[in-house]
């Protein structure tokens, strides 16, 4: 098959690591030259990866069989839709689909019209007067833009928000800025994704990963796309089986909606969920694989992607199969990074030496010049450790992250016991109270 994808993060990298089988050729477009994903490409363009036009125009001679677009952004700017329109069969979602993704209102509005259980109470506003009486009325919250902000508008009540006043000054911002903005309840709990192959009407599920969005050690400051994320390739050690059936259900019934609404989802339908007191609530949909979640996930799966692509734009999903295996994803960032990442910074990477102790590297938001590799303003490298032990699986992954080196820190407790009994006594205490 010739396989077009569209996007350069770690994300993509092991999308491309995964299409580019001895039986596949690679075509791949970039924003940036992601020297990872050009080696394993025949082909491969540097353009505005959102520029339809841009996109068509590299691909419209290469006879290409499954394209997949792959970053929210790039849904957004329907790379689906423009893709289809030369012909290409598609395996990501048509702008029309992956709005669950870039409109919050779109996604709140579609479960409460088809009465989908789930969402946490919420209230959109457009005035300060809607904004104070939802405040009152919730007390504990979540402020929300409504368009996609890479993981980074989202404010929340004891964490980043210490009063009612800051709460209405964040409020008063994306009024100004939106004209709107999402006020939900504060959900306690624990977080988890859970992404799904989706033809349109079945969905299959990946094995549940937890990320960890906030910035620093013992989930502290500032959200960010994903610092780093494990994985036991089956149940994550602070949920049931039951929570996993939940959010299954949510994600099924949005499916079933979608279709009836005309815009059925064809692609990877990511839920981020949290496990709370009385069960698991839906805090967001992407319209795509989570990153760093997509290496958790591939790493294990036995299918070859390219089929489950062919297989959704078919609409005869093929059921994934997953390695029983533990996985964890440290992601290596610039100095400074999420406020004043620093750019434009060489990195070295050592690839042998990572290979050599068991792990891997996917490199992210990184380029290439003059055969030197240097940062960007976001996360640069993902080492990944896959074992049948979750402790041996952080052990690689962290001594993999030795092997690169430059102006750059990631989070060491991502996926060490330490960090995971917290989490577990964290529900435990939270379900305890409701007796
Ligand atoms: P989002 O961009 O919607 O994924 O939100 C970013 C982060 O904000 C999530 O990963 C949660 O940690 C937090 N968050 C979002 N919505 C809520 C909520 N309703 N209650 C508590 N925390 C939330
Ligand atoms: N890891 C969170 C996301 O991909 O949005």
């Known amino acids: 098959m010739r396989i077009a994808l569209i996007g350069s993060g770690a994300r993509e990298h092991i999308i491309a690591e995964r299409l580019a089988t001895e039986d596949n050729e690679l075509f791949s477009i970039m924003p940036k030259k992601n020297p990872a994903i050009a080696m394993l490409s025949k082909k491969y363009w540097v353009c505005d990866t959102n520029n339809?036009?841009?996109?068509?125009?590299?691909?419209?001679?290469?006879?290409?069989?499954?394209?997949?677009?792959?970053?929210?952004?790039?849904?957004?700017?329907?790379?689906?839709d423009a893709l289809e329109k030369i012909g290409i069969l598609v395996a990501s979602p048509t702008k029309a689909a992956a709005r669950i993704e870039w409109d919050k209102e779109f996604m709140r509005s579609l479960m409460t019209r088809h009465k989908l259980a789930g969402s946490p109470k919420y209230h959109l506003v457009t005035d300060m007067d809607e904004a104070k009486s939802a405040l009152k009325e919730l007390e504990e919250v979540a402020i929300k833009p409504l368009g996609l902000?890479?993981?980074?508008?989202?404010?929340?009540?004891?964490?980043?928000?210490?009063?009612?006043?800051?709460?209405?000054?964040?409020?008063?911002?994306?009024?100004?800025?939106?004209?709107?903005?999402?006020?939900?309840?504060?959900?306690?709990?624990?977080?988890?994704?859970?992404?799904?192959?989706?033809?349109?009407?079945?969905?299959?599920?990946?094995?549940?990963?937890?990320?960890?969005?906030?910035?620093?050690?013992?989930?502290?400051g500032a959200n960010t796309g994903g610092m780093g994320s494990y994985s036991t390739g089956k149940l994550l050690p602070f949920?049931?089986?039951?929570?996993?059936?939940?959010?299954?259900?949510?994600?099924?019934?949005?499916?079933?909606?979608?279709?009836?609404?005309?815009?059925?989802?064809?692609?990877?339908?990511?839920?981020?969920?949290?496990?709370?007191?009385?069960?698991?609530?839906?805090?967001?949909?992407?319209?795509?694989?989570?990153?760093?979640?997509?290496?958790?996930?591939?790493?294990?799966?036995?299918?070859?992607?390219?089929?489950?692509?062919?297989?959704?734009?078919?609409?005869?999903?093929?059921?994934?199969?997953?390695?029983?295996?533990?996985?964890?994803?440290?992601?290596?960032?610039?100095?400074g990074y999420p406020d004043k990442a620093i750019a434009d910074s060489p990195v070295n990477v050592d690839i042998e030496k990572i290979e050599h102790n068991g792990g891997k590297v996917y490199f992210a938001s990184v380029y290439e010049k003059d055969g030197k590799v240097y940062t960007t303003g976001s996360r640069a490298f993902a080492t990944l450790g896959v074992s049948e032990q979750l402790e041996e699986a952080e052990m690689i992954a962290e001594e993999c992250c030795k092997y690169?080196?430059?102006?750059?820190?990631?989070?060491?407790?991502?996926?060490?016991?330490?960090?995971?009994?917290?989490?577990?006594?964290?529900?435990?205490?939270i379900r305890r109270n409701i007796g």
């Open 52 to 80: 339809q036009e841009a996109v068509v125009d590299c691909l419209k001679n290469e006879d290409i069989d499954v394209g997949f677009a792959s970053p929210d952004a790039t849904l957004a700017a329907g790379i689906s």
């Open 149 to 220: 902000t890479g993981g980074k508008g989202v404010r929340v009540t004891g964490d980043h928000l210490h009063s009612e006043q800051d709460a209405i000054t964040y409020l008063n911002e994306l009024l100004r800025k939106d004209g709107k903005a999402l006020i939900e309840e504060k959900i306690e709990g624990e977080e988890f994704s859970l992404q799904a192959f989706c033809d349109g009407s079945r969905i299959a599920t990946m094995p549940p990963v937890q990320d960890h969005k906030r910035a620093f050690e013992k989930d502290l």
């Open 239 to 335: 949920i049931e089986e039951k929570d996993i059936e939940h959010a299954t259900k949510i994600m099924q019934s949005v499916v079933h909606s979608m279709k009836k609404d005309g815009t059925p989802f064809r692609g990877v339908l990511y839920g981020q969920f949290m496990v709370c007191k009385d069960g698991v609530r839906l805090i967001e949909f992407n319209a795509r694989f989570g990153d760093p979640e997509a290496m958790n996930v591939l790493a294990l799966l036995q299918n070859d992607l390219s089929d489950i692509f062919l297989s959704i734009t078919d609409e005869k999903l093929e059921t994934p199969q997953f390695k029983d295996a533990c996985t964890v994803v440290k992601y290596i960032v610039p100095e």
């Open 404 to 429: 690169v080196t430059g102006k750059i820190w990631h989070r060491r407790d991502i996926g060490t016991k330490e960090l995971i009994e917290k989490k577990v006594e964290h529900i435990r205490k």
